[in-house]
């Protein structure tokens, strides 16, 4: 009775607000940060002298210890409070900035990477798992919309406002702008960050541990090492990992199943809308960042833009959808998700579609608008389905619940850029094999047309999307 008194009167006390911004603002950056770096890619490779198969490590090695430890994630939540994982995840970013900002070397570079994506890998179900925990059922759609601006206008602003430092102080500027950031956040959270999880502190299984981090890692590494153009989807450098990670995922699902107390309880998909939502937010996602590897691809090499002016036109579209997140966020807590996720997958279909007949000759303005409609779906769908697939599960499995959501968004990364690019690389190899060697606009035409082959990937995805979505149902809590 005294302990229940006892919790009771601490969550009585807890200030949720302070903490969602705490948490929103470090998440901000370790998204940030994701893409920020792709706009000094070149200006690495000239430093150092490396390939384009290397400085792609960067990117890679990032998603492959979001791969490996988003799983894990769980775990952490339910072994240290709430406070030690966000100084840890604050730390983690902060070492890794300042070794990006002072490396002499690519490998430190590396490094930093590396180190940061620690950081964000613990930021992110934190947050999730915290904020289902802080407000109330009626509130969550607000709050998660919120959370949803930040997620998408994070890698949004990232690419035109780096290409900005990059131009002006180099690329160590972009490490360097992290720190201050990072720096107040942690102060912000050192003041206002309170534990609010429960701690158990389950059996640690090595053998899952294991199993987890080769299947997530093995997934992640084979389909980036496709889409980066380190080999082909015949080569064994791919092939190979992706195999033995799906074996591991196998065994490591049948592991989770048998245990009383598994790392990951992989239950939680007995709840309907649950695996609906987490189809959705998988779906989404692959569309989400195949076109954001896509449309940078064709704005410099099939409209000839420049960096900067590439960053610019896609900045109205993050921007849209970031303000539109928290709009969703509130019609869903009125309405709920199927009006909403249902027309968010009929704008994303017509617009992928439109895509997919884009040329060298398609105006600047059309682009915009496109892109920003396609982010308005978007937000209509990424929130509102990852709310009411987790107000399905009992508050016992939130930290299970944002960790599944949470890595299956970094597969579908590797998934979707993987696949977009290969289809993309074999659509501009056809149209230069069939063109006309005397056609001086050869290039920028054969990227457009893999381009456009490669939209069709996104459509068919979002065809798929909109199907799943007629079955969702609002969840009662």
């Not at 429960?198 to 084979?222: A, C, Q, R």
């Not at 007949?357 to 779906?377: E, K, R």
């Not at 056609?439 to 490669?454: D, I, R």
Request: hydrophobic share 55%; net charge positive.
């Amino acid at each position: 009775m005294s302990n229940t008194s006892h919790t009771q009167t601490e969550q009585a006390k807890i200030r949720p607000v302070p903490i969602a911004i705490a948490l929103m603002i470090g998440a901000f950056i370790g998204l940030f940060s994701e893409t920020a770096l792709n706009m000094a890619f070149t200006n690495i490779m000239e430093q150092f002298q490396i390939e384009p198969h290397v400085v792609q490590w960067l990117t890679t090695g990032y998603l492959l210890v979001l791969g490996i430890l988003v799983p894990i994630s769980g775990l952490l939540l339910q072994w240290f409070t709430t406070r030690q994982l966000f100084i840890a995840s604050l730390t983690f970013s902060i070492i890794g900035a300042l070794i990006g900002a002072f490396a002499p070397s690519f490998e430190l570079i590396l490094l930093s990477r590396l180190v940061q994506a620690i950081g964000t890998a613990l930021l992110l179900p934190l947050m999730t798992n915290v904020i289902l925990l802080i407000f109330p059922p009626n509130k969550r759609g607000t709050v998660m919309g919120t959370m949803g601006l930040v997620i998408m206008c994070a890698p949004a602003v990232g690419p035109t406002l780096a290409g900005l430092l990059v131009d002006s102080w180099g690329w160590q500027s972009i490490f360097w702008m992290f720190i201050p950031v990072l720096l107040f956040t942690l102060i912000f959270g050192l003041i206002f960050m309170q534990n609010v999880s429960t701690i158990t502190k389950p059996k640690i299984d090595i053998i899952s541990i294991s199993l987890s981090t080769i299947g997530f890692g093995g997934i992640v590494y084979g389909f980036s090492s496709a889409g980066e153009g380190a080999g082909s989807w015949g080569e064994i450098n791919v092939l190979l990992p992706i195999i033995v990670g799906f074996v591991s995922l196998i065994l490591f699902v049948i592991r989770q199943l048998k245990m009383e107390q598994p790392m990951l309880d992989l239950r939680v998909f007995k709840f309907p809308m649950f695996s609906i939502s987490t189809l959705m937010v998988f779906i989404c996602m692959m569309i989400i960042l195949s076109s954001a590897i896509l449309l940078p691809l064709y704005l410099k090499g099939g409209l000839l833009m420049t960096a900067l002016a590439a960053g610019l036109v896609l900045l109205p579209g993050g921007f849209i959808n970031g303000i539109m997140s928290p709009i969703t966020g509130r019609l869903f807590d009125r309405f709920g998700p199927k009006y909403l996720v249902m027309p968010g997958f009929i704008l994303t279909t017509v617009m992928t579609f439109l895509f997919t007949n884009i040329s060298t000759d398609t105006s600047t303005i059309t682009v915009i608008f496109m892109h920003a409609i396609l982010f308005i779906g978007v937000a209509m769908i990424m929130m509102p389905s990852q709310t009411n697939g987790l107000n399905q599960l009992p508050k016992q499995n939130y930290p299970d619940g944002s960790a599944i959501m949470n890595t299956l968004s970094q597969i579908a990364g590797a998934i979707g850029t993987a696949v977009a690019v290969s289809i993309m690389a074999a659509g501009q190899a056809g149209y230069i094999a069939a063109a006309s060697s005397n056609n001086p606009n050869v290039m920028p035409e054969a990227l457009t047309a893999g381009v456009q082959n490669a939209f069709l990937f996104a459509f068919i995805a979002s065809i798929i999307g909109l199907i799943v979505s007629f079955f969702v149902k609002r969840v009662k809590v």
